[in-house]
Structure formats: C-alpha cells, structure tokens
C-alpha cells in the first residue's frame, strides 16, 4: 500500500534526480514509480569499487513502509563481494527499467525504444536488525515469487550470516517513460518509408519441475507463470 508519505512526496525532490533532457517524458506521478517497481524484476546498483565504478544486476524487494526516507528499496548480497563494502555508508544510483517496445522511425535519428525506467540514488544502509533482514529477504524472494517466502524454511543463522542486505532510500529518484509511434520529420513520412513501433512484453514457459521434485508445481509458482502468459 502506497502511504500518505509517499504518495504526496515529489518524484524528484532533489538537484541530482531532477530530470534535464527529455523533460517531456519525465514521470511526476510518485505511484507510477512505485508500480514500476513492482513490474520489474532487475535491478541495477552502480557503486564505485576502489577506483573504478561497478553497475551490478540484481533481484530486489520493496517495502513502501519501510523505515528509509520514502520507503525501502533491498538488494542483497555475499558479505564476502567485495562490493558490498564499498556500497554500504556510501551513495550509490539503483536504476530498474521495463522495456515495452522498439520504435522504429523513417530515419536512424527517430529510432527509439518504448520504455519505463527510474533511478534511484543515495545512501546505502547496511540492515543489520535480524527481523529487518529476515523481513527484506523475504520480500526479494516474494518479488521473484509472490507468495513463495511463506512455503519455504527459515533460514539458518549460517545462510544469514553469509548474506548481507543494503536498503536503499526511495525519496530521491526520477522516471521516465515512453510510449507510441515515432516522431518522424513531415518530409519523412512523405517519402513514404515505414515508421511504427513493435510492442513487447514478458513472457513466462510453463514451470520445469527440478529432476528430484516430488511434488506437484505448488500455486504460487504456477500463478506467477500465468502472469506473464
């Protein structure tokens, strides 16, 4: 549920998530950001390793009531990555992008992509509360899989200890999106060249089971490939 807080901040409330170019296709509306969120599945978190910048894919889980300015963005990952370090206390650019269709234009100029995309920056916060971490894992899992965290074990205090859980804050961040045909020049569509756009979307097979399963594919598993049919 989108809260009163959340839904009433600005969707670029700063200088560094104001959107620059493009501005015709920036997305105000702080819901549409939040449904964003819970389309995709991949996230991209850029950190600067040492001396170089890294730009990590990564499942994700949201908390829109989470204890961060905004609500909670989670990814997670091995303490052992050397990047979870460098992130952790440090400002770090998550951005999650939906790819809805190709454009193709009566020129190279006016080819593009239909899209929705959002970035989101600041501080990540190492989770180090237990019940948080449970809670932010969970979440990763049932974004994956709706549903799933409640059929499956608990986890062992050795699996918690290998993993690490950063938060990142939703108030900054920017969207947008693109929707449509081309935007050709007139003497372009005289000329008589095709201009249109190819839609595209998700699609999900029917569930493998693994070669040991025992077990009819549970509801959850096979709700979640209905979705995408």
Known sequence: MTTAATSTTPLSPTPRTTVG???????EDRAELHRLLEDGLVAHLGVTVGDHPLV????YGVDLDGPDRGGSLYVHGSVAAGWVGGAAGATVCVTITELDGLVAGRSAFHHSMN???AVVIGEARLVEDREE???????IVDHMIPGRSATLRPSTRKELAATAVLAVPLHEASMKARAGGPVDEPYDVLAGTWGGHIPLRRVAGAPVPDDDATVPVPR????????HH
């Open 21 to 27: 170019r493009g501005r015709n296709r920036m997305v």
């Open 56 to 59: 990590l894919p990564t499942a």
């Open 115 to 117: 899209y929705r995309s």
């Open 133 to 139: 971490r449970e809670r932010a894992l969970a979440l």
């Open 220 to 227: 959850d598993v096979l709700a979640r490939a209905a979705s």
